[in-house]
């Protein structure tokens, strides 16, 4: 409930945001185009648009906020239909990216029920780790001796869609490009240009750079049958220079007109933008891509608030959620299968995982997850989501709701010990007051099966083990009863109108 006033700037990468309050206490929000780093002479005659801003009001809080967002994207921006699950081998291999092994990976992950396989960073030029390779856009011949085709052929009869990964606007200083280029980075005279990540940004503004990238992306997307691109984006840009002026405003140009150019080249590949670490998750960059990737951190206990922070602004098919292994590559936690599968459920689902040397517990948990991201993709990539208040702060509630509000699956997430003795019950939203829900347990972690019989903390409501159909008023008034849950576990509610 309450006032919002929101906004979202349409512009990719650095940018600069200033929250006032005025004498006269106001507020005062300006979003905009960085000062530090842009520098333009207009000629005579000539004109300069300034990135615009979406922008509203609303009176009832910040879910009418984000579906107004939701709303925008889906009705002026996102392609029609519904988004693949995808394999993406980063986390398996790492740059260790072998022709074999990958083909190993891509039949695992179509067993487990990937629609489309993503090969990452790794296949290309003396890319053996984050020191080397970037601007040598020709396939490594000891990784894949007979190109990538022919792993492109592999995972194309296994049925699966085939992406790969790519960071266009990146160059090692151990590469072939820097070595014949020096003069390409995007720096200042008198400065030492600064690498982030071990690498440089090659500057777009040099017609020769924009070219050469041009014509090496235009070969990787024309003369291979690539359905999908993971652009990757890792650093930001400091001190960018092109001839002696700041130039951040002129790269970020550049970099629409590359990517604009390859959208209209190519019109049936995806694009997914990764990730935030170059500021590239906003509404201008999405007019040209699918897909979002949040953060490398996907642990699935952060993955939850780092998605419930996404869902403010953009809508669940464009947010990127893959199920991990069980030891998180970014954090060595360890959750259960049911965790990582539900917490992946809600976005454009993926495994990132090795599915090789997983056992065959894991590999079950897998394809049960992916499966049941199937079965509701269509309300959960088409639907209302609502974020639903819970007093304890431990626990995290969303869901999605059919737009005929028919169906709907809502999600309870136990981050912490709670802090209270009892839960509050669940109160759904987005239902029709006046219809009667069929309620179901879809998922739920073991442990509330056991410590019956006297351990009042475990005590299920009659809900979970016994069938109920209930008014859509009764679910949004009154709620569900809750259990205690433990720690890093959660439970599944489908609700299907009768
Ligand atoms: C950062 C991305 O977020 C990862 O998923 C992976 O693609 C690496 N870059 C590869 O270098």
């Given at each position: 409930?309450?006032?919002?006033?929101?906004?979202?700037?349409?512009r990719t990468g650095n940018f600069s945001?200033?929250?006032?309050?005025?004498?006269?206490?106001?507020?005062?929000?300006?979003?905009g185009l960085n000062a530090h780093d842009f520098c333009l002479k207009l000629?005579?005659?000539?004109?300069f648009?300034s990135p615009?801003?979406?922008?509203?009001?609303?009176?009832?809080?910040?879910?009418?906020?984000?579906?107004?967002?939701?709303?925008?994207?889906?009705?002026?921006?996102?392609?029609?239909?519904?988004?693949?699950?995808?394999?993406?081998?980063?986390?398996?291999?790492?740059?260790?990216?072998?022709?074999?092994?990958?083909?190993?990976?891509?039949?695992?992950?179509?067993?487990?029920?990937?629609?489309?396989?993503?090969?990452?960073?790794?296949?290309?030029?003396?890319?053996?780790?984050?020191?080397?390779?970037?601007?040598?856009?020709?396939?490594?011949?000891?990784?894949?001796?007979?190109?990538?085709?022919?792993?492109?052929?592999?995972?194309?009869?296994?049925?699966?869609?085939?992406?790969?990964?790519?960071?266009?606007e990146?160059?090692?200083?151990?590469?072939?490009?820097?070595?014949?280029?020096?003069?390409?980075v995007l720096a200042l005279p008198g400065y030492t240009p600064l690498?982030?990540?071990?690498?440089f940004v090659l500057n777009l503004n040099i017609?020769?750079?924009?070219?050469?990238?041009?014509?090496?992306?235009?070969?990787?997307?024309?003369?291979?049958?690539?359905?999908?691109?993971?652009?990757?984006?890792?650093r930001e840009l400091v001190q960018p220079g092109h001839q002696g002026r700041a130039a951040a405003d002129a790269q970020t140009r550049q970099f629409?007109?590359?990517?604009?150019?390859?959208?209209?080249?190519?019109?049936?590949?995806?694009?997914?933008?990764?990730?935030?670490?170059?500021g590239?998750?906003?509404?201008?960059?999405?007019?040209?891509?699918?897909?979002?990737?949040?953060?490398?951190?996907?642990?699935?206990?952060?993955?939850?608030?780092?998605?419930?922070?996404?869902?403010?602004?953009?809508?669940?098919?464009?947010?990127?959620?893959?199920?991990?292994?069980?030891?998180?590559?970014?954090?060595?936690?360890?959750?259960?299968?049911?965790?990582?599968?539900?917490?992946?459920?809600?976005?454009?689902?993926?495994?990132?995982?090795?599915?090789?040397?997983?056992?065959?517990?894991?590999?079950?948990?897998?394809?049960?997850?992916?499966?049941?991201?199937?079965?509701?993709?269509?309300?959960?990539?088409?639907?209302?989501?609502?974020?639903?208040?819970?007093?304890?702060?431990?626990?995290?509630?969303?869901?999605?709701?059919?737009?005929?509000?028919?169906?709907?699956?809502?999600?309870?997430?136990?981050?912490?010990?709670?802090?209270?003795?009892?839960?509050?019950?669940?109160?759904?939203?987005?239902?029709?007051?006046?219809?009667?829900?069929?309620?179901?347990?879809?998922?739920?972690?073991?442990?509330?099966?056991?410590?019956?019989?006297?351990?009042?903390?475990?005590?299920?409501?009659?809900?979970?083990?016994?069938?109920?159909?209930?008014?859509?008023?009764?679910?949004?008034?009154?709620?569900?009863?809750?259990?205690?849950?433990?720690?890093?576990?959660?439970?599944?509610?489908?609700?299907?109108?009768?």
């Amino acid at each position: 409930s309450g006032d919002v006033y929101f906004g979202a700037l349409r512009r990719t990468g650095n940018f600069s945001g200033v929250v006032e309050q005025t004498p006269y206490g106001e507020t005062l929000v300006q979003l905009g185009l960085n000062a530090h780093d842009f520098c333009l002479k207009l000629q005579a005659g000539e004109t300069f648009t300034s990135p615009a801003i979406i922008c509203g009001y609303s009176n009832s809080g910040f879910e009418t906020m984000s579906h107004n967002l939701h709303n925008f994207a889906k009705d002026f921006i996102l392609r029609a239909g519904l988004r693949p699950v995808l394999y993406n081998s980063w986390e398996a291999t790492e740059f260790g990216v072998t022709c074999e092994e990958q083909k190993k990976l891509a039949k695992r992950a179509q067993e487990l029920g990937a629609e489309l396989f993503v090969v990452d960073d790794g296949w290309f030029g003396e890319r053996n780790g984050i020191e080397n390779g970037l601007g040598d856009w020709y396939v490594n011949e000891e990784k894949f001796p007979n190109g990538i085709d022919e792993l492109i052929k592999e995972v194309k009869s296994l049925g699966l869609l085939f992406g790969i990964w790519v960071e266009p606007e990146m160059i090692n200083p151990d590469s072939d490009l820097y070595r014949a280029h020096p003069d390409w980075v995007l720096a200042l005279p008198g400065y030492t240009p600064l690498t982030g990540r071990h690498q440089f940004v090659l500057n777009l503004n040099i017609p020769e750079a924009f070219d050469y990238l041009l014509e090496r992306m235009s070969w990787l997307l024309g003369e291979h049958a690539v359905d999908y691109v993971k652009w990757d984006m890792n650093r930001e840009l400091v001190q960018p220079g092109h001839q002696g002026r700041a130039a951040a405003d002129a790269q970020t140009r550049q970099f629409y007109r590359l990517l604009d150019t390859l959208v209209a080249r190519f019109p049936h590949i995806e694009f997914e933008s990764c990730s935030s670490g170059g500021g590239r998750i906003d509404y201008e960059v999405l007019k040209r891509s699918h897909r979002f990737w949040a953060s490398d951190n996907n642990d699935a206990l952060e993955r939850n608030t780092i998605q419930r922070g996404m869902s403010y602004f953009f809508p669940p098919e464009v947010m990127g959620a893959h199920i991990g292994n069980r030891h998180c590559h970014a954090t060595f936690r360890q959750h259960s299968i049911a965790f990582r599968g539900l917490t992946a459920l809600f976005g454009h689902m993926g495994l990132e995982l090795d599915p090789v040397s997983a056992d065959e517990e894991e590999r079950a948990g897998y394809r049960k997850y992916a499966a049941l991201h199937k079965q509701w993709r269509d309300v959960i990539h088409h639907g209302v989501q609502w974020r639903i208040d819970m007093p304890d702060a431990t626990t995290l509630a969303h869901g999605v709701v059919s737009p005929d509000e028919a169906q709907a699956i809502f999600l309870v997430s136990q981050l912490a010990m709670p802090d209270y003795t009892l839960m509050a019950p669940l109160r759904l939203a987005g239902l029709e007051a006046s219809a009667r829900y069929q309620v179901t347990l879809l998922d739920h972690p073991n442990i509330q099966i056991t410590g019956e019989g006297g351990h009042t903390m475990r005590k299920l409501p009659a809900w979970m083990t016994t069938p109920q159909t209930v008014s859509g008023e009764w679910l949004q008034q009154a709620g569900l009863a809750l259990p205690i849950l433990d720690p890093e576990s959660a439970i599944l509610i489908g609700l299907q109108r009768v």
